[in-house]
């Protein structure tokens, strides 16, 4: 790659893809707005916790949010109840 990616720029990007603020971003994975905001403009990198939230809610790759793929989108073959689950186990994730 001939420039390292910004895991925000690609935050940025999945956030407007959905056209969602800030604020609602920050509503959905769990974190105040100046944190969505710092981690759009790459004041602060995100915490695991956060990723895999930001990754499970808009179903992202992982390696797309780190810059090793330009692929955004995963595709899990996931029934609703292994959904409900996934989910379940995100949300008590630890923000920090």
Avoid: W
Avoid at 16 to 34: D, E, F, H, M, P
Avoid at 47 to 68: E, M, P, Q, T, W
Wanted: net charge positive.
């Amino acid at each position: 790659m001939d420039r390292m990616i910004n895991v925000g720029e690609r935050m940025k990007y999945i956030r407007r893809k959905y056209n969602l603020t800030q604020k609602q971003l920050a509503k959905q994975v769990g974190v105040s707005v100046s944190a969505i905001s710092a981690y759009e403009t790459g004041k602060y990198d995100p915490s695991c916790a956060v990723l895999i939230r930001f990754i499970c809610i808009f179903d992202v790759s992982a390696d797309f949010l780190l810059g090793l793929s330009e692929r955004d989108a995963i595709i899990l073959h996931l029934d609703k109840n292994e959904r409900n689950v996934l989910n379940k186990l995100v949300s008590i994730l630890p923000v920090k």
